[in-house]
């Protein structure tokens, strides 16, 4: 389940930060290697509330005194804390309160593959929209995207009668 995350996340955190120095690939990054890292036995370590807190931490404290540097970096604990949120990671209590939980932690529980491709549609939906939003069929707009990860709404144009 990537396009889920990867399409939700930066317009989510847009909407809410209004930030128009955070990288927003970091964002991305964020909030989709949770899901990729699923494929390697030990790192269900993200989807605890400790992982992204422990990410801000070191981003803030290795940062210390480089603000550009942390408003770079704060991208991926934000992403962090958006996959959290989107996966709907605190169902699984145990998991996303370690270590103070019981100790034991489950496997990952599945999605019935028909929520699995509605969400994934939804999440394409909505790449579009921050497509067409941010202005990204725009060449220059897209190089300076990919170039610093930021992002600006587009002007809408104007409409004459």
């Given at each position: 389940m ?6 939700l996340?930066?317009p ?8 128009r120095?955070?990288?927003?690939r970091f964002?991305v990054?964020g909030?989709?290697l ?15 509330v ?7 931490t070191a981003?803030?404290v290795g940062g210390?005194?480089?603000?550009l ?6 991208g ?22 370690w270590?103070?939980?019981?100790g034991e932690v ?8 028909w929520?699995l491709v509605?969400?994934?549609l939804?999440?394409?939906a909505?790449?579009?929209w ?9 060449a220059?707009?897209?190089?300076d995207?990919l170039?610093?990860g930021?992002?600006?709404v587009?002007?809408?144009?104007s409409?004459?009668?």
């Open positions: 990537l396009l889920w995350f990867a399409g996340a930066p989510a955190v847009a909407a809410v930060f209004a930030s120095g955070l990288d927003y964002v990054a909030a989709v949770p899901s990729v890292a699923l494929v390697v036995d030990g790192l269900w370590i993200m989807g605890s400790l992982f992204p807190i422990g990410v801000m981003v803030m210390w005194g480089r603000r540097v942390q408003r770079r970096w704060l991926l604990p934000i992403g962090f804390f958006c996959h959290l949120v989107l996966d709907g990671a605190w169902v699984r209590t145990e998991a996303f309160w270590p103070f939980g019981s489950a496997g990952v529980g599945l999605r019935a593959v929520l509605v969400m994934e939804i999440g394409a909505a790449l579009w921050s497509w067409r939003r941010f202005g990204l069929a725009d220059n707009r897209r190089r995207f170039r610093t930021r992002l600006a587009a002007p809408r144009p409409r004459r009668r």
